[in-house]
């Protein structure tokens, strides 16, 4: 049998005091409560329900009024393309409907609003980039399947954490290791693997401690009597008041902190509790903030960088191709940076100096090494899905050697990025696992856990992009984007970033991504720049959602751990998106200046002319 009490407490605590006390006035006992409790329940569920339901609508209604009442030079299908944009984009934004069926959008409505074919229109959901995506996420599901992933991660912290597991340097390791492993698998898979590994950690933190740790001598003093009487502190001049033991004596009160102002030490006092919360919170912080930022890395580290060479090579097709290598060219001296800024900025706010000797006796190297030790040796299946990722990354990066022909020309260009993916991610389905008899690296039952939705998502985003060229839209865009002309060369980047950070902290960052970027190439073209100049700043602001619970799978992930509360992500990552937004500003016009070309004015590129 259940027990009620719990149920009754936790629906007082829900409602306001007048409310509660109404409730037991009018209704009275045991029995008036619980229907109180099931009524608000009720309400709440309505509520939800009825926004949802103002949400679908709101996708049509939007369309209605464009369609009667918009009028462009381009014709009726750049109106109706517009008012398809308005529709996908609440749907999108609020998420009514999963979306990755608002990406299915689409498949319905361009045919239907005579903007493009059902044949052109399904051919985007299955372009390279996506093929790209297919067959990486088929070695990461085998990465996952076998722990290399944790085993990596774990190896990378008892690197860092070294033989006394120094806390700031422990805190490094949470940073490194999910920063690298977000790197070649998803964001949220990372972060799954990553928190339990931290909370087997931060368990040996439930112990209640009585101690209080002077700031300034490093001795402890019992919590039970630090607001009552202190000893003066040796390091204020006072050591020959001071007895060889300099622990508080309850029997035997020295000075008072009131007769004594000069010693200060309570305010000096580190509590062990609040020292060891925070230091919990920011392993955690650490943890999700590293996997949005080491996603930034590689092509394939999440879904806006993906987003961006799909629409961007779609869109102008005779343009020179974003490849990996490119990529990391750019956004590796990016990611570095900002990883070594979120650990500094961790250290600062949630581990001072004065908390590092009370966190560092109550971290454990043993736990971490038996953990390690438990996965046992490297077994086949590990060092084959292993030694297949980096035979990946390496193809990737030498397809096209910039300047000088890659293994590419062997084929005349044309296999591609994707080409090699699947190929890679085929293979996994051929090889014995020698784990078990029959067995295989890679089955279908383990492939029916792959991100379909983030495919068809993409997939969405193509059509969209696609769409916006083909109605004329595009064109309509640029001519009412002059006014962007005024605006100085230099405050372009930080002002896309910090429209599309704002924005991905209330809708999904693939999402976000598919939204503003067929936007932005239009508006780059029509103001006259490079249009990834914009489009660059904005991918990577999708992934700078630091701030709110709701933002990210991994920010839910780790809200739900228990170790930190909503107000805890708000300062650092309010100052992270900054610090982010000023390393785009820094980095986009000058270290993408040289890899992409982005100094270069429209009327200096042959390609935009011939896209149009």
């Known amino acids: 049998m259940v027990d009620s009490t719990p149920l009754l407490t936790s629906s007082a605590a829900l409602l306001p005091s007048g409310e509660e006390g109404s409730q037991r006035s009018q209704q009275g006992g045991t029995g008036g409560g619980i229907r109180s409790f099931w009524r608000w329940l009720r309400e709440e569920e309505l509520q939800q329900g009825r926004k949802m339901a103002a949400a679908v609508?709101?996708?049509?209604?939007?369309?209605l009024p464009v369609v009667s009442f918009v009028r462009l030079a381009e014709g009726p299908a750049a109106v109706k393309m517009l008012g398809a944009v308005l529709w996908l984009a609440i749907w999108w934004l609020f998420e009514p409907v999963p979306i990755c069926?608002?990406?299915?959008?689409?498949?319905?409505?361009?045919?239907?609003?005579?903007?493009?074919?059902?044949?052109?229109?399904?051919?985007?959901?299955m372009n390279d980039t996506v093929v790209l995506m297919l067959g990486t996420f088929i070695l990461a599901q085998g990465i996952e399947r076998f722990?290399?992933?944790?085993r990596i991660a774990m190896r990378i912290l008892l690197f860092f954490g070294g033989e006394k597991m120094d806390?700031?340097?422990?805190?490094?390791?949470?940073?490194?290791?999910?920063?690298?492993?977000?790197?070649?698998?998803s964001n949220t898979a990372a972060a799954v693997m990553m928190i339990p590994m931290a909370k087997g950690v931060l368990k040996h933190f439930q112990d209640e401690d009585d101690t209080l740790l002077c700031k300034q001598c490093s001795r402890t003093f019992s919590r039970r009597f630090a607001g009552k009487y202190m000893k003066p502190c040796p390091e204020e001049g006072n050591a020959d008041q001071v007895d060889a033991d300099t622990r508080i004596d309850p029997e035997a009160p020295v000075l008072a902190l009131k007769e004594n102002p000069g010693t200060r030490l309570k305010a000096r006092l580190v509590d062990?509790?609040?020292?060891?919360?925070?230091?919990?919170?920011?392993?955690?912080?650490?943890?999700?903030?590293?996997t949005a930022i080491g996603g930034l890395a590689t092509l394939t580290g999440c879904g806006p960088n993906l987003v961006l060479p799909g629409i961007y090579n779609s869109r102008f097709p005779e343009a020179p191709r974003v490849t990996y290598m490119k990529w990391i060219m750019f956004a590796l001296p990016l990611v570095l940076p900002f990883l070594l800024f979120e650990w500094l900025l961790l250290c600062w706010i949630f581990c001072p100096l004065s908390s590092v000797p009370i966190i560092e006796a109550k971290l454990s190297r043993s736990v971490v090494e038996?953990?390690?030790?438990?996965?046992?040796?490297?077994?086949?299946a590990e060092k084959f899905i292993a030694s297949e990722f980096a035979a990946?990354?390496?193809?990737?990066?030498?397809?096209?050697?910039?300047?000088?022909?890659?293994?590419?020309?062997?084929?005349n260009g044309l296999p591609s990025e994707g080409t090699v993916s699947v190929m890679m991610g085929i293979i996994p389905f051929l090889v014995p696992s020698k784990e078990?008899?029959?067995?295989?690296?890679?089955?279908?039952?383990?492939?029916?856990?792959?991100?379909?939705?983030?495919?068809?998502?993409?997939?969405?985003?193509?059509?969209?992009?696609?769409?916006?060229?083909?109605?004329?839209?595009?064109?309509?865009?640029?001519?009412?984007m002059e006014v962007l002309h005024a605006v100085p060369y230099f405050l372009l980047t930080p002002v896309i970033a910090l429209i599309v950070a704002i924005t991905t902290e209330f809708s999904s960052n693939s999402a976000t991504a598919t939204l503003f970027l067929p936007l932005l190439a239009e508006v780059a073209i029509s103001i006259g720049w490079h249009p990834l100049l914009l489009m660059i700043p904005a991918t990577f602001s999708c992934s700078f959602a630091f701030m709110l619970p709701i933002a990210t799978p991994p920010n839910a992930i780790a809200h739900s751990t228990g170790y930190l509360k909503s107000a805890d992500m708000l300062i650092p990552g309010l100052i992270l998106k900054a610090a982010g937004i000023v390393l785009l500003t820094i980095l986009t016009p000058t270290l993408g200046g040289l890899v992409y070309d982005l100094n270069q004015p429209v009327k200096d590129l042959p390609w935009t002319k011939l896209s149009f």
Request: glycine fraction near 10%.
């Open 147 to 150: 722990s290399l992933h944790k």
């Open 57 to 63: 609508v709101a996708g049509p209604m939007s369309f």
């Open 101 to 125: 069926i608002t990406a299915l959008l689409p498949l319905v409505l361009f045919p239907f609003l005579e903007v493009m074919e059902v044949d052109q229109v399904a051919e985007k959901y």
């Open 392 to 411: 990946l990354v390496v193809l990737w990066c030498t397809k096209s050697l910039g300047n000088y022909p890659g293994w590419g020309v062997i084929f």
């Open 167 to 185: 806390p700031r340097l422990v805190l490094l390791g949470f940073c490194v290791g999910p920063g690298f492993v977000s790197m070649w698998m």
């Open 272 to 290: 062990p509790e609040k020292a060891k919360k925070d230091f919990s919170v920011a392993v955690v912080l650490a943890i999700t903030y590293a």
């Open 370 to 380: 038996q953990e390690y030790l438990a996965l046992g040796p490297m077994r086949f």
């Open 436 to 480: 078990a008899e029959g067995e295989k690296l890679m089955d279908w039952n383990t492939c029916k856990k792959l991100p379909w939705d983030v495919m068809l998502l993409l997939g969405g985003g193509f059509a969209l992009s696609a769409g916006i060229q083909g109605s004329g839209l595009a064109t309509s865009i640029a001519n009412n």
